[in-house]
């Protein structure tokens, strides 16, 4: 099982629509997620750190569920800015203890 | 500029070749990490500095990579006899603090290896 597993997408979603998904991470002992967003041949940038408790960032809220090991976005009202692959990012300890999913593909279409 | 910097942008080279990729992270950044993205695949770990020191190299693919970071700032990736699967793009990022910064990349070095 891969460490960090991802829907690949594209997930094609109209404008102003409600778009979620999920991540899922295999190491347990996982202590800290971020979601970071790519575009198109540009680096990555950190959208947003997903804490214990959830957590919310205007249109965007991030969840964690332990129990399953899985995190999740959610995007509101989406825009055509959203577009772009969103990256889920897991450190399982260590200080090179990053690991990148591959990414979910998501095309906002007018 | 603030950002992280890295150069060459683009850089094609015949199979066989040795490349030096370059990474300036931003100012006060004691922790820098190299990074391979692999066209439509995620982005696989190669290397990463504490300072001056790399506690782990383990991510580099072969013994054909090696990396170093001088005055803890600027760091050089270099891929000696270069092959066609090497061609990807090379991202590097800093961080302030290594376990719990925010990792903060350059644009990378796309490398094409013909």
């Known amino acids: 099982r891969k460490e960090v597993e991802q829907d690949p997408g594209p997930f094609n979603v109209p404008e102003g629509a409600t778009v979620a998904f999920n991540c899922t991470y295999s190491?347990?002992?996982?202590?800290?997620f971020f979601w970071y967003r790519q575009d198109c041949r540009k680096e990555p940038k950190l959208l947003m750190s997903v804490y214990s408790s959830g957590n919310e960032d205007g249109r965007f809220t991030a969840q964690l569920n332990r129990a399953s090991q899985y995190i999740s976005l959610l995007i509101r009202d989406s825009k055509l800015s959203d577009s772009a692959t969103y990256l889920c990012v897991v450190r399982s300890g260590g200080a090179d203890g990053l690991t990148f999913g591959k990414g979910t593909h998501l095309i906002i279409q007018p | 500029g603030a950002g992280v910097s890295q150069s060459p942008s683009n850089k094609v080279t015949e199979k066989g070749k040795d490349v030096e990729l370059r990474c300036d992270p931003i100012s006060g950044h004691t922790a820098l990490y190299w990074y391979r993205q692999s066209l439509g695949q995620g982005l696989e770990f190669l290397i990463y500095f504490q300072g001056n020191s790399a506690p782990d190299k383990s991510g580099l693919p072969s013994d054909r990579f090696s990396a170093e970071r001088t005055g803890g700032s600027v760091s050089t990736l270099t891929i000696q006899r270069t092959q066609q699967e090497d061609s990807a793009v090379y991202l590097c990022?800093?961080?302030?603090?290594?376990?719990?910064?925010?990792?903060?990349f350059g644009e990378g070095s796309r490398l094409t290896v013909l």
């Open positions: 190491n347990s002992a996982s202590q800290s």
């Open positions: 990022a800093s961080s302030q603090i290594i376990l719990f910064g925010e990792l903060f």
